[in-house]
């Protein structure tokens, strides 16, 4: 049965990180609120399972995962129960809670970037807030981004598997997972990023591996892959960029 | 052998949430930050492991666990490990899921509580963005607060094996983290958390229940315990509680 994807139509957004994942395995899954709600699928589909009282696991938010009778929320979570499954974890447990370690630590990049243009609350439009956006974006260009990338650098130079993965000697979640936080950053803050990257060989190069899978570069070119927008986590505000 | 906890030495943060569950359970264990540094313990200690460039899996930022030769960092993935060992989380991996994505949310409030006094950054002090902190507060007392209080009063009253713990029937490291969290939010946010509080009469009931276990009550009485306090992630300013 394939797996159904629920998350926000119209952004890449943490969703993406399951996607990615997804479609890197080759899985069949169901991205369910971009479907036709003839086909009982759309947001309605998603809303059903956040606000149905029957649900005994509602997750607090988007994404999720379906699995038959399984429901997953939490982007790591989900993560970390499809990285056996899809064969994109190691099978050791000090490597799969090594893998979501990297992850978590990707998850909290994420949170960073996106309060940039949203520091004062989520609620609010970026035009709303837009002075303190500048001031959060600022401490994170030239401090926040520049700290993580060099952890993710480090990680990879001390792989004692080698540098072409973050963990052990192949493919996981984690390095999809990476690939897409540099995607992000490149697109949201080009300048910052290209500083931030030059010094950081590794996830450049980890990157690129990435994005020449076969599976990822088909999905890239695909129009499952919905572009970066104003909407999402990563967005492209030149006031917000280093200068 | 003794589990190692590193942590900063003067606040709850993070930390507390694997303190508790390492007290919960009478877990031998070393606060290795607090321990004088004529043992070997101490800043030095917790700084040698981030900053050493020989531990192949450094964690990008306390607090992080050593249990003989496992080093692992990000909060929910010590506790994920330490789950089992301590008998804190149930045996099926279904229930060790649900545990873990339980914990990544109540991570996602602690973060939205912190940024509550911290909106436009960490590398700058409370004093120089209390503006932006007001507006950021604000949205949490009256929004988010209330909305996760109530994903966790409706979790525990759709367990199907009672409304005492959150997962299963049985104590677990969510349990003591849930507990946790509503300590902070009475600390930081007393009204905002009465009023909220008033509706969620299972959380409330579960926070007394973790209160009152033998082993956390004498924690809790213990000088372990480190007060809650102005460097913390939940922090008293009633300017930024709800009037």
Redesign the interface.
């Known amino acids: 049965m394939a797996y159904e994807l629920h998350y926000w139509p119209t952004i890449q957004g943490r969703g993406e990180f399951v996607r990615l994942a997804l479609e890197a395995a080759g899985a069949a899954y169901v991205d369910v609120a971009r479907g036709p709600e003839s086909s009982g699928q759309g947001m309605p589909a998603m809303r059903r399972h956040l606000h149905d009282?029957k649900?005994?696991?509602?997750?607090?938010a988007p994404p999720f995962l379906k699995d038959g009778e399984?429901l997953?929320?939490?982007t790591?979570?989900i993560l970390?129960?499809l990285g056996p499954r899809l064969r994109l974890v190691a099978r050791s447990e000090?490597a799969r809670?090594?893998t979501?370690?990297i992850q978590?630590?990707i998850a909290?990049m994420v949170?960073e970037a996106h309060?940039t243009h949203h520091?004062?609350?989520?609620?609010?439009y970026y035009e709303d807030?837009k002075p303190?956006a500048r001031?959060?974006a600022?401490?994170?260009c030239s401090?926040r981004l520049p700290k993580?990338l060099q952890?993710f650098e480090?990680?990879l130079v001390?792989?004692?598997a080698g540098s072409r993965h973050l963990v052990g000697g192949r493919l996981s979640y984690a390095d999809l997972s990476l690939f897409q936080l540099v995607e992000g950053l490149r697109y949201a803050f080009p300048e910052a990023a290209k500083q931030a990257l030059a010094t950081t060989p590794g996830v450049v190069q980890l990157h690129g591996r990435v994005a020449a899978l076969p599976r990822v570069a088909a999905y890239l070119r695909s129009e499952r892959r919905i572009p970066f927008n104003e909407q999402g986590i990563f967005r492209r505000y030149p006031e917000l960029d280093l200068r």
Do not use: C, K, M
């Open positions: 009282g649900v005994t696991h509602p997750p607090f399984v997953v929320g939490q790591a979570a970390h129960y000090q809670l090594w979501l370690q978590l630590t909290d949170t309060d520091p004062v609350g989520t609620g609010l807030q303190e001031r959060r600022q401490e994170f401090a993580y952890w480090s990680i001390r792989n004692t």
